[in-house]
């Protein structure tokens, strides 16, 4: 059974569409991403998804049931992009709040957020305001307000999103424990390494529209090996006239002595290692490699995502 | 249910624990008080203890005996007396010389310009010619102040009219029975029945029924729609609404100000009734049969109760009207257009219920009494009056819950799609849109 179904929907604002006939299926366990440029209509899902808005055409299952998020809210937790909370509310009092809105009753949410805080190592801050606290603080408070009720799906939109480093891995290392224990997990984002290190699957969708669909193993199979990464000792520059034949290289990415490029389309890994050695070159690296997500990204997506339609959310209905 | 309660609890708690709301707590009866005030401060501050410079240049020097009740007047509960007279007898045609070098010693100033407070407060000019004409003369500081001027003449008139009859022969004790004093007990009669309530009282009452349903319903309706702006700023509203109806969302926010509001408006009106028996009425301005009658009088149990049911349903025409107009904006500036036809309407309540106050029965009045936002005002204003027929008074509840319903139908579609819509503001067409979708 898949956690969610989504069936070919569809949603307009005012004049443009920000999803159109889109499906996808998420299934049971495992962390589900949702890619795409800013503006490809990403949070516009999720909000379907959890029946925020209404989608014009097609539906949305959850768990098989025919109720929306509305109604299974005690199994789904959310974690919405930043400012989730009351900015002058107590911390302890926003996630009782936030708990009982999930179905727990107040004693519960209050037992349930003290042992979080404890787990996340805010247990000093839970009678501080909100807004006293760090980005990175109450991002975490966010997430223990979106998984104080056990939800059996977590959704989770841009979570690591305004956060350094060190703070993305404690959030990070929580959403993996929780998909260990069987819990199915939902994020979106724009940023692939991200969505590399977690994802089992990812959809990747652009301008409303779905351009990639499956698991990462999938799809990296399907893109093929045609990277090399090359690392030169010593002649760098004989290689030039090679890297700009354009039927021999599609694309380069060029850090100097690093050079990582895509093959043409017909063209041969050894006729390249070939050419460089005849040239005189150096090499200290000669390296077929499945493509990065990012790379696959960029190149389903293209010079689209850079000229991505303003947000115009007036008249959602 | 448990939901929305927690909503409504949340909403409460958070409101209460403000800052804002324990000034607004503490100031209100502060403002109230010298709302109370300003009648009395109107008619002339009343000037504490007195010093009076009487010249008196009448034969049988009756200055004494015309001054003998007010000299033993005390000033409020204490020991102090109100008045000390200084009496100065002198021939008939030097009253003028005499008062006229008194005058440098009346409201001498210290440095700093204040009164002196040993200084003469006036001086009483008491001659034959004027007794006979009815006619003293008192210069004084406090010449402006009402209170003192009415409260000596009318004490001096008694004295006067006693006086003369003395001076016809009749002895002093019928002189004091048939100068007794008189009062008047008003009662009011409406269609022929006594309401049991004074004159005054019945109008004061009305009066501050208006203003306190005013107060009770504006401010309310505008922090809502300031709180729902503010949250529209903040995704948590995603997450309610995952999770909860936008309706109920909208409920709790209005149930649960609404109830900050009645706290603060009960602790008002707690420490007014305290502040009344505390100050028992005594007042050390005004002489009690001059002061305006600003004691709340008994109210009737029916008129609390048909107060209490029509401030409940203008407690929720207007404040899901303003949760709606909230929900249409962005920005708190924003709001100070759109709100206008919610606070046309809720004006016209207000002012339509002072134009009736005098006229309950009067085509106006029964006209506004059946429109959900002027009914509020002016049927518990009418009821304070005389009761409405029973028919007349169903008929308004009915037609107010309609309207109530409607509002809140209205409202409730307005808010489900407004809180989620961020970017430029919605035209009219557009919220046509969102009233209209399913």
């Known amino acids: 059974m898949n956690v969610i179904e989504v069936d070919r929907i569809t949603k307009r604002f005012s004049g443009h569409v920000a999803v159109e006939s889109l499906s996808l299926s998420v299934p049971q366990g495992g962390i ?9 209509g990403k949070s516009t899902t999720i909000r379907m998804i959890l029946d925020i808005l209404i989608p014009d055409e097609g539906k949305v299952t959850l768990f098989g049931l025919p109720h929306g998020a509305r109604t299974l809210s005690a199994k789904i937790g959310f974690l ?60 975490k408070v966010q997430l223990v307000g979106a998984l104080l009720h056990e939800p059996d799906l977590l959704v989770l939109d841009e979570p690591f999103g305004a956060l350094d480093p060190v703070n993305a891995q404690v959030l990070m290392d929580i959403v993996l424990e929780l998909s260990r224990n069987g819990k199915t997990i939902v994020f979106s984002t724009h940023q ?125 209905v | 249910m448990s939901k929305l309660f927690a909503i409504i609890r949340r909403e409460f708690v958070e409101r209460v624990r ?20 300003l009648p009395q401060l109107m008619m002339g501050k009343a000037s504490g203890a007195q010093t009076i410079a009487v010249v008196d240049a009448s034969t049988a020097q009756v200055s004494h005996r015309l001054l003998d009740s007010l000299s033993r007047e005390k000033l409020g509960v204490g020991e102090m007396r109100r008045y000390r007279f200084v009496t100065v007898a002198v021939a008939p045609d030097r009253a003028t010389a005499v008062r006229d ?118 401010p309310t309706g505008v922090q809502i729609m300031s709180a729902v702006v503010e949250e529209k700023s903040n995704r948590i509203l995603e997450v309610l609404v995952s999770s909860v109806r936008p309706f109920d969302l909208m409920l709790g926010k209005v149930l649960g100000v609404g109830a900050a509001s009645l706290l603060q408006l ?37 008129l609390i109760i048909v107060t209490l049911i029509y401030f409940a349903l203008g407690f929720l025409f207007f404040a899901t009207a303003y949760a709606a107009v ?23 309540g207000y002012l339509g219920a ?39 008074l169903l008929g308004s509840i009915g037609v107010c819950v309609l309207g109530v319903l409607g509002m809140v139908w209205l409202a409730a579609r307005i808010y489900r799609v407004g809180i989620l819509s961020y970017g430029k503001k919605p035209s009219f067409k557009d919220i046509w849109v969102w009233i209209r979708a399913s």
């Not at chain 1, 589900?32 to 490809?40: E, S």
């Not at chain 2, 403000?18 to 005030?37: N, S």
């Not at chain 2, 709100?339 to 004006?347: H, I």
Request: with cysteine; charged share 20%; hydrophobic share 45%.
């Open chain 2, 266 to 302: 009960g602790i008002w009106g707690a420490s007014a009734a305290v502040a009344g028996r505390f100050s028992g009425g005594q007042g050390n301005a005004v002489d009690s049969a001059d002061r305006v009658n600003m004691t709340l009088p008994t109210i009737p149990t029916d």
């Open chain 2, 18 to 37: 403000t800052k804002a709301f324990l000034i607004g707590t503490v100031m209100g009866p502060l403002l109230f008080y010298a709302v109370g005030k």
């Open chain 2, 101 to 218: 070098s008194i005058l440098p010693s009346v409201d001498q100033r210290d440095e700093r310009g204040d009164t002196d407070p040993e200084s003469l407060t006036g001086i009483l000019v008491v001659t034959d010619t004027g007794l006979a004409a009815g006619r003293l003369t008192y210069l004084g500081r406090n010449v402006g102040s009402i209170g003192d001027i009415s409260h000596l003449e009318r004490a001096l008139r008694t004295a006067v009219v006693r006086e003369r009859m003395l001076g016809m022969g009749l002895s002093s004790t019928v002189a004091e029975a048939a100068t007794a004093r008189v009062d008047l007990t008003t009662a009011k009669v409406t269609k022929g029945k006594l309401t049991g309530e004074g004159a005054e009282s019945a109008f004061w009452l009305s009066y501050v029924l208006i203003i306190i349903l005013f107060i009770a319903l504006m």
């Open chain 2, 354 to 392: 002072f134009a009736t106050i005098g006229r309950p029965e009067s085509t106006a009045a029964k006209i506004m009494s059946f429109l959900p936002p002027t009914a509020p005002f002016i049927v518990p204003t009418r009821w304070s009056n005389a009761p409405l027929p029973l028919t007349e």
């Open chain 2, 326 to 348: 909230g929900a249409m904006c962005n920005t708190v500036q924003e709001t100070q257009q759109v709100q206008f036809p919610v606070m046309g309407m809720l004006l016209a």
């Open chain 1, 32 to 40: 589900f991403g949702l890619l795409g440029p800013n503006g490809a």
């Open chain 1, 80 to 139: 919405p992009e930043e400012r989730g909370l009351y900015p002058r509310m107590l911390v302890l009092d926003s996630l009782i709040f936030l708990g009982q809105m999930r179905g727990l009753t107040r004693v519960d949410a209050r037992h349930r957020s003290l042992w979080w805080l404890q787990k996340v190592g805010l247990s000093d801050w839970a009678k501080h305001k909100v807004q006293d606290l760090s980005k990175g603080m109450q991002q």
């Open chain 1, 192 to 316: 692939m390494e991200q969505a590399e290190s977690l994802c089992d699957r990812v959809v990747i969708i652009n301008r409303g529209k779905k351009v990639v669909d499956g698991t990462l193993a999938e799809i990296k199979a399907a893109a093929g090996t045609r990277n090399v990464a090359l690392t030169f000792t010593r002649d760098r520059q004989a290689a030039d006239p090679i890297l700009r034949d354009r039927s021999l290289v599609s694309r380069v990415d060029d850090s100097g002595m690093a050079v990582e490029l895509q093959l043409a389309p017909g063209a041969e890994a050894d006729r390249l290692l070939e050419a460089l050695v005849k040239a005189g070159c150096g090499l200290s690296r000669f390296e077929l490699q499945t493509p990065s997500l990012r790379a696959i990204f960029i190149q389903k997506v293209g010079p689209e995502a850079a000229t991505a339609p303003a947000r115009e959310e007036v008249a959602h």
